[in-house]
C-alpha cells in the first residue's frame, strides 16, 4: 500500500510493507570494519527519533547499504560521526529540496536523494522504485575495543 507523508521539507510517496519484506529478505551485508561494526551495534538503541523515522519507511537501521565515517586518529574510544549512511526503500519523492543533511534532531540529518547510486540499491528493490535515503547521525562507541583502523 503506498502512503504519502512529509519527512523535514520532503513529501514522500512509499510503501512500507513492500520494503519492510525486501528488508527482511536482505543479507546483513556491512563490512567488518570497526566502525560498521560499532554503527550496526548502535541500531537497537538508536534514540526514539530516528527508530520512528526508519520504522515509518519500513526499514531495518541495522542494514544500511552503505556506511561512511569520520575517521578519528586512534585510539579512540569517543562518539564517532557517521556522515553518510545510505539506505533504500520503495518510494519516491513527490515534492521537496535538493539539500544534504536536514536536521530532524540534535545529531541527525537526513537527506533524500534524487541521483540514484545504482550499486547502493540491495536487489530486493527494483531500480525503477528504488528511493534512496542518506541520514548522518553521532553514535557512541559500543565496542569493546578501542579504534585501531
Ligand atoms: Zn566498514
Do not use: H
Amino acid at each position: 500500500m503506498v502512503t504519502r507523508a512529509q519527512f523535514g521539507p520532503w513529501e514522500i510517496e512509499y510503501d512500507r510493507e513492500a520494503t519492510q519484506a525486501a528488508y527482511v529478505a536482505m543479507d546483513d551485508a556491512y563490512c567488518d570494519c570497526q566502525s560498521c561494526r560499532n554503527y550496526v551495534a548502535n541500531a537497537p538503541f538508536f534514540p526514539e527519533a530516528v527508530r520512528q523515522f526508519f520504522d515509518s519507511l519500513g526499514i531495518d537501521p541495522a542494514k544500511p547499504s552503505d556506511i561512511t565515517s569520520a575517521v578519528p586518529p586512534p585510539p579512540w574510544n569517543g562518539p564517532l560521526s557517521y556522515t553518510s549512511n545510505l539506505y533504500c526503500c520503495f518510494g519516491r519523492i513527490v515534492s521537496g529540496p535538493e539539500l544534504r543533511n536536514y536536521a530532524m534532531s540534535k545529531n541527525f540529518g537526513i537527506s533524500f536523494l534524487r541521483e540514484l547510486y545504482l550499486n547502493m540499491i540491495p536487489g530486493e528493490i527494483s531500480k525503477e522504485q528504488a528511493l534512496l535515503i542518506e541520514i548522518s547521525i553521532t553514535l557512541p562507541w559500543l565496542l569493546d575495543e578501542p579504534y585501531t583502523e
